[in-house]
Structure formats: C-alpha cells, structure tokens
C-alpha cells in the first residue's frame, strides 16, 4: 500500500469506493483556469511554463476533493518538441504543418527533452506541492494519435489521411512511428523521474482501425513504450486509454502489458465486466454529457457504473474529457455521489 488510494488502485488494490480524477479537469469550465489563460499568450505557452501550469494543476484540487493531479500540458507538445510547427486556433483547436514521407527525416528527437523541461519543471512543483495522498498523474499522446495530427495536420473525426499514409507509405510511416515510441519513452521516463505516480497513455484515436491496422498501430507501438520504459523504471505504473477500441479491449490490455485500462463512455458496462479480466483495474466511464446535464440521470448512471465494477479495482473518470460548458455544481455533485453514494 502506497497511502495514494488512486495509485493503489492502478496496482490493483480494490478501495472501499472507487478514487475520482477527472480528464480535463484542469479547463475551461473553470473560471479561475479561464482567467489563468489569459496571462499566456497562447495555449502551448501555457503548457510551457511552469507556474501557470502548476497552478491551473491545482485549480481542480482547490475546488473539489479529487484523489489526483494531472499535469498540465497536451499531447501535441510531443511533435512540437521534434520541430514540427504547432498551433492553437480559437475555435479551431491544434494546427500543425503536416509531414510528409520525406520531412519526417527532418524531424529532431535528439532536442525533444530539452524542449520538454518545463513540463518536467511543472511535474517537480506539483510534486512539492500535492498532500501525500494525492497520486500525480503524467501523461503522453499514444504514436498513432500524435501520428494522426502530425500527418493530417489537425484532428478528424475518421484519421484519413494518416490511414492512407499508412498504407501508401509504409517504410515513412514506421521511421516516424520509431521516432515517437522511442521520444515517448524518455519523455515517460523523465516524468517519472520528475515525480510523477502513475502516467496515462492517450490513445485518443484508436477507433476507425480495422483488427490488423489496431494490432500494428496501437498495440505494437503501445507495447514497446510500456516496455521501454519499465526497462529503466522497473514496475512503472501505467494507465492504457484506448478511446473507441471496442472488441480490441482485451487484447490491448494483455498485450500491452498496461496496470489499468481506460474505458470510454461507449464501452458497455456488460461487455467490459464479462470480457476483462477480474483482476485487471479499470477506469471509466461516465459519458461527459451526462455530467453536463446532472441531477438523478447523473447520479443513476454513476451508481450502475459503480456497481458494475464493484467486483474489481476501478477509478471512477469520465469516458472522455470534461466539456468546457460543464456546471461547476455538478461535478460538485458527481464527486460526492462517487465518494458518498
């Protein structure tokens, strides 16, 4: 026992009630995060310097009773990090320069941690910061979902062109998916050095994939990070975040080699129970907005979920990210639904 209930549960250890963080909970429905922003001139900015981020990190634990912190930062400061030109658009979320199959070779692994250091910086502070039972959580952008904005530039609701440039281009497409398994470890690796507890893997992107694309594009490249960065940090906690991988639950998780699996607000609580292994944590995975709506649909949802994983491990979260018009007085009423019944 570590004194960290959520990080107890990752190692899989069943609580008397399931610990609560929330994706995203560090944003914009908070209006302390919105006035934060402002003293940034852009949102990587933000991400890049260590006092704003530890205090919109905070933010959400001075609110409410969370059992974690989660760093502040994006998963696109990985390709930002190897050169490719990153921006954010009001409205229109990241911009990136895309790649081609002859300028991934331009890309820099080798200035990609120096580039990193303040968001190492910012998981030191909230290190010194956070009371002894709060887990710190880090976190990196899964290659195939980073891959899918460096390629097609922007999201997409159906990954296309980084799909076609899979297939199209193969041997570009693995040299660049080399270079960002590898770039994740050591940025994995230094985090847990930095301080962090547990680290999410965000496989955002992993629906749109038939079995044999999933096998090479997220579990392969999954598997190696895990791999990779228990070779230098033995037993290191890890969180899988498979967004939409459907059927393909168990075997990422047994091939994986992930501590605990995330589960999207689509996954059927049924499916997941029965399909999963009864000792393998999981995460989830209360859809957004029913949180937006809240009252009793609210609280009967969380009640299903939670009994539907009562038998094993489980952090309670949403099945995606916190939505910026969520009322502040439901996720009041969310956490102590979790923590009080």
Known sequence: MTGKPLLD???????????????????????????TRIKAKSFLELCYN????????????????????????DILVIPDALGQKVRFEQGE??????????SIASLQPERALDHLAPVLETLKGLKAALAPEKTLIGFCGSPWTVATYMIGGRGSTDQAAARLFAVRYP???????DILVQTSIDYLVAQFAAGADVVQLFESWALNLDDAAFDERVIEPNRRIVEGVRARVPNAPIIGFPRGAAGNLARYAAATGVNAL????????DFASKQ??????????????????????????VDRIIDAFSDRPHIFNLGHGIVPETPIEHVAQLIDRVKNG
């Open 50 to 73: 260590p006092e704003l981020a530890i205090e919109v990190s905070l933010q959400p634990l001075r609110r409410f009773d969370l059992d974690a912190a989660i760093m502040f930062s």
């Open 276 to 301: 999963l292994p009864k000792d393998l944590p999981v995460q989830g995975n209360l859809d957004p907005l029913r949180l937006v709506v809240g009252g009793a649909q609210m609280d009967a949802r």
């Open 171 to 177: 041997e570009a497409f693995a040299q660049l998916m």
């Open 93 to 102: 979320g990241p911009i990136l320069d895309p790649v081609d199959q002859t």
């Open 9 to 35: 549960t990752v190692l899989g250890q069943r609580q008397a009630r399931p610990p609560i963080w929330i994706m995203r909970q560090a944003g914009r429905y908070l209006p302390e995060y919105r006035q």
């Open 262 to 269: 995330g589960l999207d607000y689509a996954t059927p609580l």
